[in-house]
């Protein structure tokens, strides 16, 4: 950090909020709330002399409050940069500090919260993750019970700058815990509080365990855990040295501490796993490791930069394994545990690869999208005819459109990634997605049920998960039915009500609207619109008096080949189900119905020549298949 | 070991409701250390081991286990189980499954004295295991009448049945009948009083 701070092309914004990002990658306006410190950076040296005047304690947060701090402060002695603050919170206004600072003029009560504006070329999110605050599970007593800490206040106990310059104490009477037990899984893998791991715990119990025993080898220590879990380089040897110099490990999760109330001895009661017996343990101290949670303004940051989040919480990456340092919006990166828990080691390098990443940004006059990006017709969209609309502006994930009543729509092409969520939204069709056009989408339609259409389950797939799940399907040999007809776009959001008339109109026996599930969308919430046109869809075809099983809603993600064969079998039986004359009578009385619906079909830009093409081409082909 | 998969202990128990979750156990032994069955009661009795029992398919032992007979479904370990497993139910499951292959519990069940008894119901309503019913039995000396008759795949041997009857035709056996309790009661009054 001070390295850091000394580089002369690195500025360091502390006690600084980012209020508001605007615009897109390369181009980004940030408006940074820079706080009132009340003294000023550029005369204050870092004396201390402020904080020896000032008469006021508080407890210090930097210490999980486990000892006190002046209201004119420094959260600790590294701090960077050295800059002390005085918390209007905690400040009586008794101006001994100003005294105090005299000729140097540093402090200054009449400072305010300045708003400043910069142009920024590419963000790299590094908020890091918050603590699971383990006081709910009342069966560990944490806060009942003085000599049951959490594993940040055993940091801070046993740091040689901390409360207590090092030596580990017991809360309750300031002496030397000679049995210590450290109870892993507080809150994590827990299906009532955290459901996932937290990656880093076992490793953080051996290493305190480690540290503990080097400086105090007499110390009986526990570790209490369901599994270890050390997968990394070198970590297995570490926990082997663990156990040579004496850590014992207890595989069986605790169901209950109990305190004796005179001595505040604690008894852990367990099944001793191995031993399939259950066992009580008498301690000094118990440490409980709690599940590493999303910072608790985690949501607020993602509204902030209009970033998505995964399950949990945690920021939600581009690609889980292709690119776990991109976020979804081009030009915002992230490092660290903020997009999910991840150890020092994982930590540094997803953060050297975010660098990389924001510096080939930095680096490039010009920068390569994706080429499915949204294009309006100027001339059809009705706001520039003065109607009030906006919905496109209202469905784009990404805030990639500008809307203004008068004017025609307008994408900011940098900022469009290219789901296709306004193109399915809008009731005009007055706006399309290149590479994925109506008339191109529609005349797959048609190829694909040029012949038989009554036999065919057309099924909308979206690129990344549903299409992915019918490729996993094949490549595990998964049998399904020969009958299914598979249709690529972007994302669900882009499965446009119109081609699914069109697909009815047509003919199709059945039609299967697919996406991913709802938290692995990679276009933040286009599966949420597509989910709402979907169930729409549902409701007015059961009104219409659809035999069910003819239009089928499923999520199914690019690992569940299985799902996609076992849906496409499913339909498949529910097609077969129905008499056939009756699905072609059914057909035929619906086919006017969903006519009406289509009836603006042909204005569409190319959509008619491109009918006009498909119908010849597939004539000419069919003629051939049939004379050979 | 060469039954068919669908067929197994396991599967078995999760086709019954209550004992989906089986699968989902990853053998933490909360709910071990949770029961009072064990600690007041029985040293070995043991939940994490009768569901490993179940998923390993070792049927016998399973159903000879004393976990499978003495759960009283009081739920401790449910709101403890860090993966939501209803542990009592997948017991239940067991149990099931045991009376149903003609098991039955080592441990005592409440026992209809049909003799008395008046088939008035109150213990049907009191059961909190709905394992009494009233049926239809030829008695001995009484003809054709209905009666109570205890489930024992379902009793828990809490005793509230007995508490209930005004004939005293219900009742557990050895210690837990009501002369049994009131010379207890009576021995503890005098050492209380000496």
Known sequence: ??????????????????????????????????????????????????????????????????????????????????????????????????????????????????????????????????????????????????????AMEMERLNNSAGPTRGSLVRPSDNRRPNRLAIINCVGSRDKRYVSSCSNFCCMYAIKNAILLKQAMPDMDISIYYIDIRTPSKGYEEFYDRAREIGVKFIQGRPAEISEDPATHQLFIKSEDITLGRVIEHEYDMVMLNQAAVPQPDQNHMSAVL??????????????????????????????????????????????SAAAARASRVLHSDTWQIEPTVAVVWEDRCVSAKGQACGICYRACPYGAIN????????????????????????????????????AQVLSQIRTLLAVEPEKKILAFRCQWCSYGGADLAGTSHFEYSSNERGL??????????????????LGAGAVLYSGCHPQDCHYITGQVAGAKRAARLEKMFERMGMSPGRFRTEWISAAEGDKYARVINEMQASLDAIPEAELKAEIERLKPEMAKKLTKLNQIPGVGEALTQVDFIVNEMLGKAVNA | MNQPLTESLAERVKAIPGGEMLMMCFSCGTCTSKCMIQEKLEPNYNPRRLIREAVFNFEESAFADETTWLCSACDLCYPACPQKIHISGVITAVKQLAVAQGKQSPYQTARVDEKSCVACGL????????????????????????????????????????????????????????????????????????
């Open chain 1, 1 to 150: 950090m001070v390295d850091a701070a000394r580089q002369p092309l690195i500025e360091v914004k502390a006690f600084t909020e980012v209020e508001k990002v605007e615009g897109f990658v390369g181009n980004f306006k940030v408006t940074l709330r820079e706080k009132a410190k009340y003294v000023r950076a550029d005369r204050c040296n870092g004396c201390n002399a402020c904080s020896l005047a000032c008469p006021i304690e508080v407890p210090n947060y930097f210490e999980m409050n486990l000892s006190s701090r002046k209201a004119a402060y420094v959260p600790m002695s590294q701090s960077v940069p050295l800059v002390y603050n005085i918390d209007m919170d905690a400040c009586i206004h008794c101006y001994k500090c100003v005294e105090a600072c005299g000729s140097l003029q540093a402090i200054d009560f009449g400072m305010e919260d300045k708003i400043v504006e910069e142009d920024i070329g590419a963000i790299v999110v590094a908020t890091g993750f918050g603590h699971f605050d383990p006081t709910p599970m009342t069966e560990y007593g944490y806060g009942r019970f003085p000599n049951v800490i959490t």
């Open chain 1, 306 to 351: 209009n970033v998505a989040q995964s399950p949990g919480g945690w920021f939600m990456e581009y690609h889980p394994k292709l690119r776990p340092m991109d976020s979804p919006t081009d030009g915002i990166f992230f490092a660290g545990a903020c997009q999910g828990p991840k150890d020092i080691p994982a930590s540094v390098a997803q953060g």
């Open chain 1, 403 to 438: 809307y203004d009543k008068g004017k025609a729509a307008e994408v900011v092409t940098a900022k469009c990634h290219g789901c296709g969520a306004c193109v399915g939204e809008c009731p005009h069709d007055s706006i399309t997605q290149l590479h994925f056009t109506d």
């Open chain 1, 488 to 505: 690529r776009v972007m994302c669900s959001a882009r499965m446009d009500a119109d081609l699914i008339y069109e697909a009815y109109r």
């Open chain 2, 123 to 194: 213990c049907v309503s009191v059961c909190p295991y709905q394992a009494i019913a009233l049926v239809e039995k030829k008695v001995p000396f009484r003809g054709l009448i209905p009666v109570a008759a205890v489930d024992p795949g379902k009793c828990m041997a809490c005793g509230m049945c007995s508490a209930a009857c005004r004939s005293t035709s219900i009742r557990l056996d050895q210690e837990f009948n009501d002369p049994d309790i009131v010379e207890n009661l009576f021995s503890w009054l005098e050492s209380e009083a000496n």
